[in-house]
């Protein structure tokens, strides 16, 4: 897989976080015309926490007890107005594609590193997949494969085979189900297909 698809995809999923994030700002908007004591709480609650990190930033610890009992009391008050209003804490969060990445493509781990989401990890797998020219295995495939439309007719002269087209197909196709079904096995030989486009 190439960095220019990997950056292209990343590149839209910057734009779905980018939406996710503008759609809430325009929901809260129009909540807080609704509810525009709710503004004010999360105007004091987002001062609170830049003075709570300003405080331990410069290791005044006295101040920081008062400044959780004001942002507990804020965050109380928050959740009330919210429940009045038939809301909760989540219609304040930004609906993501994936809630697991928050619409970024990777996940932190326990270990503190990042690793790829399994979102994109699908997304990855369905541009292969896409590019590989398999999405008419619905269609295409051996239980659909017709032999009839090969001729039943042995012509050494012009096959250069002493068995029928339809014979040496059904052979091939054998040989075919065979290597799938072994696939995983180290000892299996791969298949080599030869010859012009189209032929059968």
């Not at 897989?1 to 292209?8: A, T, V, Y």
């Not at 920081?64 to 209003?85: F, M």
């Not at 797998?125 to 590989?132: E, G, I, R, T, V």
């Not at 014979?167 to 995983?184: A, S």
């Amino acid at each position: 897989m190439s960095n220019e698809i990997l950056n292209s995809l990343l590149k839209e999923y910057e734009q779905k976080k980018l939406k996710a994030e503008l759609d809430l700002e325009k929901k809260k908007e129009a909540l807080y015309q609704k509810l525009p004591e709710l503004e004010r709480i999360e105007n004091e609650l987002n001062h609170y926490a830049i003075q709570t990190a300003k405080n331990i930033l410069n290791n005044e610890t006295r101040s920081l007890e008062d400044l959780k009992q004001k942002i507990e009391v804020l965050k109380y008050r928050k959740s009330c107005i919210l429940q009045e209003a038939n809301l909760s804490l989540h219609d304040l969060e930004p609906i993501y594609e994936c809630p697991i990445c928050k619409d970024t493509g990777y996940v932190m781990e326990k270990s503190h590193k990042t690793s790829m989401c399994n979102c994109l990890k699908q997304r990855l797998l369905d541009y292969s997949f896409n590019k590989s020219n398999m999405s008419s295995l619905d269609k295409e495939n051996f239980n659909t494969f017709n032999e009839n439309l090969f001729s039943d007719e042995v012509d050494v002269a012009k096959y250069h085979f002493n068995i029928s087209p339809r014979e040496n197909i059904k052979n091939i196709k054998q040989k075919c189900i065979q290597f799938v079904n072994e696939f995983d096995n180290p000892e299996c030989k791969n298949l080599l297909f030869s010859g012009n486009t189209g032929l059968r």
